[in-house]
């Protein structure tokens, strides 16, 4: 059975999503020592570990980037569909006119469906979180007041996934999203909950410093490339004579 791009772009935003939030919770559990799932790890590898994973995904940035994956990941069948709508037709001037147009219906089209798999994954995200809680801490939940929060932050964030996958300035700077937002935090907010530093801390502060310098270095070569390729190719479905 084929499974739509719209549709499969939200289940894979929501099993995401579920993996993510019971994984954010697990984390936190095991390097807590003041749970009973971290208690015996206090002091080893595994704890310290778990430690390192814990500041790395219950941060702002990191559920972000899970908005913006979600949405980028939405939008890829959409891309797919405005790449064939001037390829498969025998006219190509009119071939590349009919193209354009769709391509602008799918663009508006790819947006929507980025902004509900950003929704959906932060939704879901939540709910695995506090459900897993409820296990690991024997806790309460705010799931409710979160899924709430998710619908303006899911949506905006998952259009920009999707807008990322666009060539030029608009592309660039959603691709900058998230590198841009984990660099912020780090400098407004670091991951540094106690006032010694630990190892744990500088091996997850380093890696999300490596992490947004390689993200904004990839988006950054992307934009170039694309701007270079644009300027040495002549598109010649421009000036080709519709044949018959």
Known sequence: MKIAPGRAGVAVAAASGAVFGAATSLANALSSPYSRLGAPLTGTVP??????LSLLLDAGWSWAALAVLAGAGAGAGVAGSVRGAGAGTGLRAAGSARGAVTGA??????????????VVSLAVASTAYYAMDTVVFDGGTDTLLWVMVSVPFGSVLGAIGAAARRPGAVGL???LTVPAGAAAQMLLIPPRPHLTVTASIVVAETVVWTGA??????AVRRFLLQ??????TTPAD???LPTP
């Open 238 to 240: 421009a000036t080709a």
């Open 173 to 175: 700077l959603a691709a």
């Open 105 to 118: 219906g799918l663009g508006i089209v790819g947006l929507v469906r980025g902004a509900a798999a950003g």
């Open 47 to 52: 704890g310290r570990t778990a430690k390192v």
């Open 213 to 218: 310098a390689l993200g904004t270095a990839l």
């Open 227 to 232: 701007r270079r390729t644009s300027r040495t």
